[in-house]
């Protein structure tokens, strides 16, 4: 649960970097995130991964989230994002 509370909290900073503070960092809750990832990781209701990336001692040091997208004409897209 550790790593996916980071990972939530890095989407955060991505938002904050790429939006701003103000609106980036209250765009969605710290529990929405952490939702949000967990639904990448559940088969049911993602075709997606979270993969990350570990330094020597395992620390995360990076991660990336991809997933296809499926629209109502069956064709497939793609998204990623990756935060380190």
């Not at 990972?7 to 949000?36: C, P």
Request: hydrophobic letters at 40%; aromatic letters at 4%; one cysteine or more.
């Amino acid at each position: 649960m550790a790593e996916i509370e980071l990972i939530a909290a890095r989407i955060r900073q991505t938002l904050v970097e790429v939006i701003n503070e103000e609106v980036g960092g209250s765009m969605y809750s710290l529990n929405w995130l952490i939702e949000r990832a967990k639904f990448h990781l559940d088969p049911a209701q993602c075709d997606g991964q979270i993969f990350v990336a570990e330094s020597e001692s395992g620390d995360i040091v990076g991660h990336t989230i991809v997933r296809v997208e499926r629209e109502e004409r069956s064709a497939e897209s793609g998204e990623e994002q990756t935060n380190n």
